[in-house]
């Protein structure tokens, strides 16, 4: 599904900015999750397969960022941010370059070209940037909240996710006096329509 699709336009926006927004009266934990969801529904569109490669890349970095946080020793702390920066680069590099490596390599031996046919992710570039760039931030001890739905919504978020550019985590999610997100799941204390905002300005800038 492309920005310009009558699908889009005419069905899945508004209905994704109106449950959002009911939502968000009830929950805003309950507003981003439908968020989330409906921006993963959105990357499936194009091919549904590839949904469970971005929920795995996003469950391990979460985990990578977690752990990286967690460890107070300075050594072991950079050791597990290179080793996660290290897969997320593997896993681009398969995707992005395994084809022109085994044609390479077939014509350097004279064979016939491996059929391969492995297909490039939609957005794989931007969501594994802005995930190691997750990883840099909690390596520095800027990322303050670590709220699985908020992260998954950091990464998922559909005006982003295809087209870029690349977010930092306090960007989408910012810790400020009077507009914290909770690390356990509570209630944020910024306005619903305030993603929104700041979303769709980063993508007019972009």
Same mark, same amino acid.
């Given at each position: 599904?492309?920005?310009?699709?009558?699908?889009?336009?005419?069905?899945?926006?508004?209905?994704?900015?109106?449950?959002?927004?009911?939502?968000?009266?009830?929950?805003? $934990?309950? @507003? !981003?999750?439908?968020?989330?969801? *409906?921006? +993963?529904?959105? %990357?499936?569109?194009? #091919?549904?397969?590839? /949904?469970?490669?971005?929920?795995?890349?996003?469950?391990?970095?979460?985990?990578?960022?977690?752990?990286?946080?967690?460890?107070?020793?300075?050594?072991?702390?950079?050791?597990? $941010?290179? @080793? !996660?920066?290290?897969?997320?680069? *593997?896993? +681009?590099?398969? %995707?992005?370059?395994? #084809?022109?490596?085994? /044609?390479?390599?077939?014509?350097?031996?004279?064979?016939?070209?491996?059929?391969?046919?492995?297909?490039?992710?939609?957005?794989?570039?931007?969501?594994?940037?802005?995930?190691?760039?997750?990883?840099?931030?909690?390596?520095?001890?800027?990322?303050?909240?670590?709220?699985?739905?908020?992260?998954?919504?950091? /990464?998922?978020?559909?005006?982003?996710?295809?087209?870029?550019?690349?977010?930092?985590?306090?960007?989408?999610?910012?810790?400020?006096?009077?507009?914290?997100?909770?690390?356990?799941?509570?209630?944020?204390?910024?306005?619903?329509?305030?993603?929104?905002?700041?979303?769709?300005?980063?993508?007019?800038?972009?």
């Amino acid at each position: 599904m492309l920005f310009n699709y009558h699908a889009f336009i005419f069905l899945f926006l508004p209905i994704a900015f109106a449950l959002f927004f009911l939502f968000a009266r009830v929950s805003t $934990l309950l @507003a !981003a999750g439908w968020l989330a969801a *409906a921006s +993963l529904f959105f %990357y499936g569109w194009w #091919n549904p397969v590839y /949904v469970a490669l971005l929920l795995a890349s996003i469950v391990g970095n979460y985990f990578a960022g977690f752990a990286i946080a967690r460890t107070a020793d300075a050594q072991g702390k950079k050791r597990r $941010l290179i @080793a !996660a920066i290290g897969v997320n680069l *593997a896993l +681009l590099a398969y %995707y992005k370059y395994s #084809n022109f490596f085994l /044609v390479n390599v077939a014509t350097v031996l004279g064979s016939a070209p491996p059929q391969a046919d492995i297909i490039l992710p939609l957005g794989i570039s931007f969501f594994t940037f802005t995930q190691i760039a997750f990883l840099v931030d909690t390596y520095q001890g800027k990322v303050k909240e670590y709220n699985f739905i908020h992260y998954c919504l950091f /990464v998922t978020y559909f005006p982003h996710l295809i087209a870029g550019p690349i977010l930092h985590h306090a960007e989408m999610m910012p810790v400020r006096a009077g507009r914290h997100l909770s690390h356990a799941g509570g209630p944020c204390r910024h306005r619903p329509d305030d993603i929104f905002h700041r979303a769709f300005q980063k993508s007019d800038a972009g």
